[in-house]
């Protein structure tokens, strides 16, 4: 197990834009699909997004897809959650996950069970 970190939060109003980093110091990415959750004040945490392990099989919620887009660099070793759009909604705390399951083209979102390695989190925050 290794712990991820995640980077890039903050305060935007209404509209802006955020890119969230998420990396895991002393280890690797490579070979972990990595996912994005969140959990705002008050609510179950909400899963957003799942990049399989080489980046070819992307999958979104609905109530982001079309706003948030997941990547990933094997170089920089880091994998990106850009979020676009952004609504006083999206306030929560935001988390990475690493997980090595399979995941393939046009699958539901596999769920916070198939993740095995969580970051602490961080804040994004959108006023109106």
């Known amino acids: 197990q290794f712990k991820l970190v995640e980077s890039g939060g903050g305060l935007v109003h209404t509209g802006g834009s955020l890119r969230l980093s998420c990396t895991a110091p002393g280890f690797t990415l490579d070979y972990q699909n990595i996912g994005w959750f969140r959990r705002a004040p008050g609510k179950e945490r909400e899963e957003l997004s799942c990049?399989?392990?080489?980046?070819?099989?992307?999958g979104y919620a609905d109530s982001v897809k079309g706003r948030f887009i997941t990547s990933r660099d094997p170089v920089a070793d880091t994998a990106y959650l850009q979020m676009n759009d952004l609504k006083p909604e999206d306030t929560a705390v935001y988390y990475c996950a690493a997980g090595k399951f399979t995941y393939g083209p046009n699958w539901p979102l596999p769920g916070w069970r198939e993740y095995h390695d969580w970051g602490q989190g961080i804040q994004v925050t959108v006023s109106s």
């Open positions: 990049i399989s392990n080489i980046g070819n099989n992307i």
